[in-house]
């Protein structure tokens, strides 16, 4: 099917590694995959939220619109 000599290995179980752990397996181009954030992380599955705040925006965004406990 495919041209031999012009597409890339194929590693059809490929570990996928978050924090030191396979967390699963996948097929890819590379033997390893080295991630910071996979579903059983992330805040969208786990139902958890971290409000990243940079430079007060957040805050900046509170005193703007009238929701921050300071004016209450």
Sequence with gaps: MA???????????????CNGEVVAVVG???????????????????????IIDTEGRVERFLRKYGMSDEQK
């Design 3 to 17: 041209k031999p000599g012009i597409h890339p290995t194929w590693y059809p179980e490929a570990k996928v590694y």
């Design 28 to 50: 890819s181009t590379k033997p390893e995959l080295h991630v910071d954030v996979w579903s059983g992380n992330h805040p969208f599955f786990t139902g958890t939220q971290k």
